[in-house]
């Protein structure tokens, strides 16, 4: 088989898992998106979260050219993804107890604050602790994760509870577990995992929703233009003027 039918391949089964995810989860993004909206038209602030490549959605939704501004990323030190040696460490934290209450005490999030928490497997130490003490404090918690891993997998939880479980509303990537499209004679491992392509569109989805219920309520969506067109700075700083008590990744 030649690379670029395996490439084609590829394509094809991210556009299918796409496809599903705008038909089969559409009720709950709008709903997710309404969250979002509230929170920002009642004053309150936006974060996202995930571990390992997980974090990797959650950053594409900050400071990001035609997104929320108020959208802040709320990391945690050594799982943002491969920038700590070894690269395993990461992995290692995910399943350390009592690191999401730390990091939440710690955090401006409070109450009325929206949360959105992304997980594949949802399985982690913490992933599910960040949503239950988020949700202790009274923070709207968003999951996003693959609701497969839940059926198919055991929690790494002492509550065996998963992500899933402690979510306002659940958004199912569709992602099938271990995360890897293909497969092909020779090759011993699957490969091509598509959990990132999927889960970006789907919290890119949900900004639009929210950006769309503002506009609907008399609201304009708080957005971030590119800084490369022209007036784009100009309008960056106004938007984070106005705005810049609930934005703390510019401080």
Known sequence: MSESKL???FFDAAIGLLERVRDEEASRIS????LVADAVAGGNRLFAFGAGHSSLPAQDVVYRAGGLALMNFLAVPGTVGIDVMPATLGSALERVDGLAAAVLDSSPASDGDVLVIISLS???A???EMAMNAR???LKVIGVTSVAYATETRSRHASGTFLKDHCDVVLDSKIAVGDAELTLDGIDAPFAPASTVVTSAIMQAVMAAAAGELSARGIE??????GNVDGGHEWNGRVMQEYGDRI???H
């Open 126 to 128: 913490l992933p599910v």
């Open 31 to 34: 709903e997710a998106g309404t």
């Open 221 to 226: 969506p708080p957005l971030l233009r590119s």
């Open 136 to 138: 202790a404090i009274g």
């Open 122 to 124: 949802g399985r982690n």
């Open 7 to 9: 490439a084609g391949q």
């Open 248 to 250: 703390f990744f510019r």
